[in-house]
C-alpha cells in the first residue's frame, strides 16, 4: 500500500482541495496522512523522515508570491536532508503552479477542478505534467478513471479545415476523452458513391470525401490528453465504411442501428428489410473483431414518440441482438429528455427499467457499459437557459452510474457547437459530475418511480416475447416484419407506411 503525506503549507488553511485528494487516494487504496493547515516548514520535514511516505502532497491557495517563496526554502530544506527521492504533487492557483513548473521540482499540478486527473494520477495514469498517453482503448479508458466517468462529445464543422483545427483545440484543452466526429450526410449514405453525392457539402458536419480526411483529423487529436475517436455507421457499404474507421481513426466503438438509417427515417439508400440484415453483417463484423459496440435503438423510437415501453424494448432486442452475434463489450445507450416533454420522474423510471433489462443480459462473454446523454430536443434556444437545462440533465444521469457521459453542447438548439462550445459543455458537466460524486440523493428508490419502473419492464418483455413469438430476433425477415406488424410502433411512422401502402398499390 502506497502512503501519501498531505499538508497545506505557511499560513495557508483552505484544506478542502487538499482533503478531497486524500480521500480520492482513500478509495483508491491508499494510506494518507493528514498534517493539517498551516504546517511550517520544519514540520513537514519532520514528517517525511517519520512516515517515510512514497507521495507528498502539498498545498498553498493563497497569494502566489508568497507560495513562490515559502516553496522556495521548503526545496531547499527538503534538498538538504536528502529526502528529494520520492514524488512530490502541488495543489495550487494558476500563476503558483505556472512559476513551479518552470523549475520542475514537483511530479504533477492539481488547481482544484480536475478530480478526474486526481484519478487517473492516482491509478498510475496520465495528468497534464506526468505525461503519459493515456489508454486508447474505451473499456481501459473507462477502468483508468472509474467512478469519475468518461467524457464523450459530437463534433463537426461544415468545413474539414475548421474540423481540424478545432479537435485539435478540444484535444489540448483536456475536456473530454472521445471526439465523436460528425460526418455530413453525404459522407454516411455515399462515401464510396461521389457520383450519388448531392451539392450539400458539409451539411450536418464535416465533409470527409477520402482516407487521407480522416487520417487528418485523427492526426489532429494526438495532442493533449490524447482522446479517442469514433464515428456513427453510415448508411451504405456498412463494412467498407467499419474497416475504414478501425485503419484511420481508430474507432472507440461501433454505433449501429437495427432498424434506422433507411428509407424508413430518411437517413439512407437501402429499403428497411435490407438494411436490417445490412446492420446484423456490421454488428457480427465488428463482434469477429472484439470492437465494442453501441446499438442506435432505444432514443430513435422515442425521438419519434414511440411509447416509453417500446423504446426500452427495443434497446434490449439491440443489446440481445449483440449478445447473439458475439459482442463482448455492449455499450448501452440512455438518452434522457426524449420526448423533451417528459418529466424527470417518468424520465428516470424509463432509463432503470430498461438498463434493468439489458444488464440481465450479463455473463462471463457480455458486459454492459452505461453511456448517459441530454436530449438534443429538450435545450432551449435561449443559450443560458440551455446551459441549465445541460447541468439539470447532467444530475439526473448520474443516478445511472455512468461509465461515459455523452455530453451534448448546450449550444445545439441555437448553432452546431463551435470548439469553445464543447469545452465549456464539458466544463460544465465536470462540475456536476464532481458534485454529485461527493454524494447525491439516491431518486431511484423514489415510489413512483420504482412502481413505473416496474411496469414498464413487464410491458417491455410482454413485447420482446411477442417479437421473439414469430421467430429467431438473427433473422431480419422476423425484425422486419416486428415492424410491419406493429408490434414495434411510433406515431411518426405513420407517413412511412402510408408511402408504402401507396408504392404496393401503384404496382
Not at 455507421?233 to 449501429?256: K, R, S
Not at 429528455?337 to 423510471?349: F, G
Not at 439526473?396 to 469545452?423: F, K, W
Amino acid at each position: 500500500m502506497k502512503k501519501i503525506l498531505g499538508a497545506c503549507i505557511g499560513d495557508c488553511v483552505h484544506i478542502a482541495g487538499i482533503h478531497r485528494f486524500l480521500k480520492l487516494a482513500e478509495k483508491q487504496g491508499y494510506e494518507t496522512i493528514f498534517l493539517g493547515p498551516a504546517v511550517e516548514t520544519e514540520q513537514i520535514i519532520n514528517a517525511i523522515r517519520e512516515h517515510n511516505p512514497d507521495i507528498v502532497g502539498l498545498s498553498y491557495r493563497l497569494t502566489p508570491r508568497a507560495g513562490i517563496k515559502i516553496l522556495k526554502q521548503l526545496k531547499r530544506r527538503i534538498t538538504e536532508e536528502g529526502l528529494s527521492e520520492r514524488e512530490f504533487i502541488l495543489g495550487g492557483l494558476p500563476e503558483l503552479v505556472l512559476s513551479e513548473k518552470q523549475e520542475g521540482f514537483f511530479s504533477a499540478y492539481f488547481g482544484g477542478d480536475d478530480s478526474d486527473q486526481a484519478i487517473a494520477y492516482l491509478k498510475g495514469g496520465f495528468v497534464e505534467d506526468k505525461f503519459l498517453v493515456p489508454p486508447q482503448h474505451i473499456i481501459e479508458r473507462i477502468d483508468s478513471k472509474n467512478p469519475f466517468p468518461v467524457l464523450r462529445h459530437h463534433f463537426g464543422l461544415p468545413s474539414l479545415e475548421e474540423t481540424t483545427k478545432g479537435i485539435r483545440k478540444i484535444a489540448e484543452s483536456r475536456c473530454l476523452d472521445i471526439i465523436s466526429l460528425g460526418t455530413d450526410q453525404n459522407a454516411q449514405a455515399h462515401f464510396f458513391h461521389p457520383e450519388r453525392m448531392s451539392s450539400g457539402k458539409g451539411a450536418g458536419g464535416v465533409p470527409v470525401r477520402s482516407k487521407e480526411d480522416y487520417e487528418q483529423l485523427f492526426q489532429a487529436s494526438r495532442v493533449g490528453n490524447y482522446p479517442l475517436m469514433r464515428a456513427y455507421a453510415g448508411t451504405d457499404d456498412l463494412i467498407e465504411l467499419a474497416q475504414l474507421y478501425v485503419d484511420t481513426i481508430n474507432n472507440a466503438w461501433a454505433a449501429i442501428p437495427i432498424f434506422w438509417f433507411n428509407q424508413m427515417d430518411g437517413r439512407g439508400p437501402m429499403e428497411l428489410k435490407s438494411s436490417i440484415q445490412a446492420h446484423l453483417d456490421a454488428i457480427k463484423w465488428h463482434a469477429e473483431k472484439e470492437i465494442p459496440v453501441e446499438i442506435l435503438e432505444s432514443h430513435h423510437w422515442s425521438l419519434r414518440d414511440a411509447k416509453d415501453e417500446v423504446a426500452i424494448a427495443a434497446g434490449f432486442l439491440g443489446a440481445n441482438i449483440c449478445k447473439d452475434l458475439g459482442v463482448r463489450n455492449f455499450i448501452s445507450q440512455y438518452m434522457f429528455n426524449t420526448p423533451p416533454q417528459t418529466n424527470q420522474r417518468d424520465d428516470l423510471a424509463k432509463m432503470l427499467a430498461q438498463k434493468e433489462m439489458i444488464e440481465s443480459l450479463q455473463d462471463d462473454n457480455f458486459t454492459v457499459y452505461t453511456q448517459t446523454r441530454t436530449g438534443l430536443f429538450s435545450y432551449p434556444i435561449d443559450l443560458d437557459m440551455a446551459k441549465g437545462q445541460l447541468a439539470q440533465s447532467t444530475m439526473l444521469q448520474m443516478q445511472l452510474n455512468p461509465h461515459i457521459i455523452h455530453v451534448v453542447s448546450y449550444s445545439e438548439a441555437n448553432h452546431a457547437a463551435t470548439p469553445e462550445n464543447v469545452i465549456e459543455s464539458c466544463k460544465i458537466a465536470k462540475q456536476v459530475i464532481t458534485k454529485c460524486l461527493e454524494g447525491q440523493p439516491a431518486m431511484i428508490w423514489d415510489p413512483y418511480v420504482l412502481e413505473r419502473k416496474q411496469d414498464l419492464i413487464e410491458k417491455a418483455e410482454f413485447i420482446v416475447d411477442a417479437i421473439k413469438s414469430v421467430g429467431s430476433i438473427l433473422d431480419s425477415n422476423v425484425l422486419y416484419e416486428s415492424v410491419n406488424r406493429k408490434l414495434l410502433h411510433a406515431p411518426q411512422l405513420d407517413s412511412y407506411r402510408s408511402k408504402k401502402v401507396r408504392e404496393i398499390f401503384s404496382h
